[in-house]
């Protein structure tokens, strides 16, 4: 996957040049641009609606369903803009690209990100011990995660593995997710010859009230949230 903006060159480019890399618009860039092609009153009462729309969509027809209604609602049925942004959401909107792996990111903005982190916090003021005492803590958190054994919670295989893939500061993440697994309820809902698809409710104490499907195919062994995640 690579992250772009809407630029007809680039996107011409890398479909040529790189015909096996999935080739996303950035959602930053897309989404800045909301207070430029809607008037200050719509913008003002349904950006929000868009918003959750955009990022909360668990699937294409779901996104679909939600985006028409808005459209609807705030009479945007003339909007070019977002006319053409909705012809492209196979690029740019979460529900669906998230079959492919993103490693969490949405937006070409990191890299810009991190010039500003650094214009913060560098300048041509900075001593070079304020580097070698930056790459002291690199280290010293090398040695933890080279040395040092993680807290286990659970007696479980996958627990064990990951702590032995991944830093401290990602397996602790990890770590928590697996214990909030534990409190989720599975059900199956259908099966046949090839599948079996299962509802996963959180606990009501959790917050989270909508309920996740997962397809297993017997055929390849291989689980799928409709939250794609995993793939993502």
Not at 107 to 129: G, I, P, T
């Amino acid at each position: 996957m690579i992250i772009t903006d809407q630029d007809p060159a680039m996107t011409k480019a890398i479909a040529h040049s790189l015909p096996n890399t999935f080739h996303r618009y950035c959602s930053w860039h897309i989404i800045e641009k909301f207070s430029t092609y809607l008037n200050a009153i719509t913008y003002r009462d349904f950006y929000k609606d868009f918003q959750q729309c955009i990022w909360e969509s668990e699937c294409p027809m779901e996104f679909e369903r939600k985006w028409a209604t808005i459209v609807e609602k705030a009479s945007l049925y003339n909007n070019d803009w977002l006319r053409s942004i909705f012809e492209m959401r196979n690029r740019w909107v979460p529900a669906n690209v998230n079959h492919i792996f993103l490693a969490g990111m949405s937006s070409n903005q990191r890299a810009e990100s991190s010039h500003a982190f650094f214009k913060k916090y560098v300048s041509k003021k900075n001593l070079l011990m304020d580097f070698i005492f930056q790459r002291n803590e690199d280290l010293a958190a090398d040695h933890v995660d080279i040395n040092e054994k993680a807290l286990l919670k659970l007696p479980l295989k996958m627990e064990k593995q990951m702590a032995k893939i991944y830093t401290r500061k990602i397996f602790r993440k990890f770590q928590d997710e697996l214990w909030q697994s534990l409190i989720t309820m599975p059900q199956l809902v259908r099966e046949n010859d090839t599948h079996k698809v299962y509802t996963v409710k959180s606990s009501p104490h959790d917050g989270v009230h909508r309920a996740l499907e997962i397809a297993y195919d017997k055929g390849s062994n291989f689980a799928s949230c409709s939250c794609k995640k995993f793939e993502s």
